[in-house]
């Protein structure tokens, strides 16, 4: 197993509502990724973060959004959850610059209803 | 936009035998990743492959990377039922910090 920790493990919510998922980094990561995988599909990358800044964005409009924290820790926040949000959500963490170190969290199953 | 296709994306093996999964990716790369995912859970890292010609094997699996071809293959030897999960090969270039995953394969073994 990983150092990475996601919580909660599932989540259930109804459309319009807001989330926030949680990671935490592995030791020594100071870089934190987030990807969204729908049922069937590879996973898309939604964002990374690293010194507590957006380092890189995909495909995702505004109502993603993210932090990262002083200890590398970071959230992903859904706003105005619509159903095909439904999907597990990843979160990777890595050392800057080190392509080998990422390695990914077990997720948070996402259900809207 | 760096695209990666797999190729099969079903793949039904038989007990005993060999198998190849195949990752193209269209545009430069420098960092080709395979992972494997057991139904509903994370991914598990298998192999990072950095450089053109390299290979890397851990028990039945071998991965290796053609970067002026494009492709990386994940050979599979003597297939056993614990091989059975899908496999995603994912791609970035020296530029980009995002990893662009294929669509994956799900392998099935069968006795």
């Known amino acids: 197993e990983t150092g990475v920790t996601q919580s909660p493990t599932h989540l259930i919510k109804t459309r319009g509502q807001q989330v926030t998922l949680r990671c935490s980094s592995q030791?020594?990561?100071?870089?934190v990724s987030w990807y969204q995988q729908a049922l069937g599909q590879g996973p898309q990358f939604i964002f990374q973060?690293?010194?507590?800044?957006?380092?890189g964005r995909g495909n995702f409009p505004p109502r993603f959004s993210g932090l990262q924290f002083p200890n590398y820790s970071s959230e992903l926040n859904v706003n105005a959850l619509e159903l095909d949000d439904s999907a597990l959500y990843l979160c990777?963490?890595?050392?800057?610059?080190?392509?080998?170190?990422?390695?990914f969290g077990p997720g948070t199953r996402l259900t809207v209803l | 936009e760096l695209k990666v296709e797999q190729n099969p994306l079903f793949l039904s093996m038989q007990e005993g035998k060999n198998y190849t999964i195949y990752c193209n990716y269209s545009t430069t790369s420098d960092r080709l990743y395979w992972y494997r995912q057991d139904p509903g859970k994370s991914l598990e890292s298998l192999f990072v492959?950095?450089?053109?010609?390299a290979v890397k094997q851990e028990g039945r699996l071998m991965a290796s990377l053609d970067t002026k071809a494009r492709l990386s293959t994940l050979h599979i030897t003597a297939a056993v039922h614990d091989l059975s999960a899908t496999y995603f090969c994912a791609a970035a270039s020296s530029n980009d910090y995002k990893l662009s995953f294929g669509a994956g394969t799900t392998v099935t073994v069968r006795a």
């Open positions: 492959l950095l450089s053109n010609g």
């Open positions: 973060y690293y010194r507590e800044e957006e380092n």
């Open positions: 030791s020594g990561h100071n870089t």
């Open positions: 990777a963490s890595s050392v800057q610059g080190a392509p080998d170190t990422q390695y």
